[in-house]
């Protein structure tokens, strides 16, 4: 394992720790000013802004993609399962994706039209072309303390995270998520106490990441556009850029 991803590791460890520990607080998810506003009279609205995101996009069409969507849409089961229907709000399979580089993690309308006004697009995809092809495995499942249910790995190489340098380089103020995830859904109401400790038990279980739940084959990424509200969030491929020296640019060129 690389250094970069023994941090990563880290990193999950840190949230699963934290999840077991202090277990769930929905109200850092329904507080959220990036996902809703707080009306003078207490009621909360969704924000459903859309925006440009840079995503491995959409899953099936990468090598192991349609293993790896068979492999989290069991996931999503055993989890529902424990918690019960209607605990969880799941992202439509057609919709998952894991994002590469977004420059706002926001549906406010606008943030996000202060932040695409400084957007370099031609800049941008330039910077996807001049990536060499890596492979993202999916090592185990992510419950966080505000409820989040994350698929998260790693990456074989470092080109991902190169390229997110030299994205947050072209928008400045921008910063991308170091994790290499997949959101499959959100917890909106709390389980029962047995339910939760079933849900800690799951969580638990990924923890030496021995699970390799599947394995994408990165030669392109999507230049696409995200749409909120998050709770029911869609994703529209708008251009896909095949990465330096991969079969698919060869056929292009």
């Known amino acids: 394992m690389t250094a970069a991803n023994r941090v990563l590791q880290a990193r999950y460890d840190a949230i699963t720790s934290q999840f ?39 899953i099936p069409d990468y090598a192991g993609g349609a293993d790896l969507s068979s492999a989290l849409a069991s996931e999503v089961r055993r989890i529902e399962a424990l918690v019960g229907a209607g605990a969880t709000r799941w992202i439509a399979p057609q919709s998952w994706h894991s994002t590469v580089f977004s420059p706002v993690h926001s549906s406010d309308p606008q943030k996000i039209a202060a932040a695409e006004a400084r957007l370099d697009h031609v800049r941008l995809r330039r910077e996807l072309r001049h990536t060499e092809p890596y492979s993202l495995t999916f090592t185990r499942v992510l419950v966080t303390t505000a409820g989040a249910v994350l698929a998260v790995g790693h990456a074989s190489n470092g080109q991902l995270a190169a390229l997110r340098r030299r994205l947050e380089a072209v928008c400045p103020g921008a910063k991308s998520g170091q994790l290499v995830h997949l959101t499959l859904g959100q917890l909106v ?30 030669d392109f990424l999507a230049y696409a556009e995200y749409r909120g509200p998050f709770l029911a969030m869609t994703i529209r491929e708008i251009c896909r850029e095949c990465l330096r020296g991969s079969r698919s640019a060869e056929l292009i060129e």
Do not use: M
Request: hydrophobic share 40%; no cysteine.
């Open 20 to 58: 077991l520990a202090a277990g769930l607080d929905l109200n850092l998810f329904f507080g959220n000013p990036s996902y809703f506003r707080t009306e003078s009279d207490g009621n909360r609205i969704e924000l459903a802004g859309r925006h440009i995101t840079t995503a491995h996009f959409p």
């Open 189 to 218: 109401s709390s389980p029962s106490h047995a339910g939760l400790e079933d849900l800690k038990a799951y969580v638990r279980s990924f923890t030496a990441d021995t699970i390799v739940l599947g394995q994408l084959r990165v």
